[in-house]
Nanobody, 124 residues
């Protein structure tokens, strides 16, 4: 039974930092990807970053490049999203999700396991 749990959100001033954690359990797959997504009120869910379990390759949406970093534990049971230089427009519920097949990691519908998410609020 695959489970994902995001944590680490909170309230931070613009320019501050937060580190989100996604704890992954129940995987019996050799190859998968973990993605971080966010959804602000009234907006579509947006992919933020993803990381491959097999080779560790990462990608980011343009708006967070240079500010956010995705990383994983050696045991591949935790994925972090380190967020620096936060802006008010980063305010959203952040969720982690897993994709367990060979489909594109950049397509939202390809992620078949989702966590509940954690609220990030950036004030000005």
């Amino acid at each position: 039974e695959v489970q994902l749990q995001a944590s680490g959100g909170g309230l931070v001033q613009a320019g501050g930092s937060l580190r989100l954690s996604c704890v992954v359990s129940g995987f019996s797959f050799d190859d998968y990807a973990i993605g971080w997504f966010r959804q602000a009120p009234g907006k579509e869910r947006e992919g933020v970053s993803c990381i491959s379990s097999s080779d560790g390759m990462t990608d980011y949406v343009d708006s967070v490049k240079g500010r956010f970093t995705i990383s994983r534990s050696a045991a591949k049971d935790t994925v972090w999203l380190t967020m620096n230089s936060l802006k008010p427009e980063d305010t959203a519920v952040y969720s982690c999700a897993a994709k367990t097949d060979s489909s594109s990691p950049y397509t939202l519908s390809n992620y078949n396991y989702w966590g509940q998410g954690t609220q990030v609020t950036v004030s000005s």
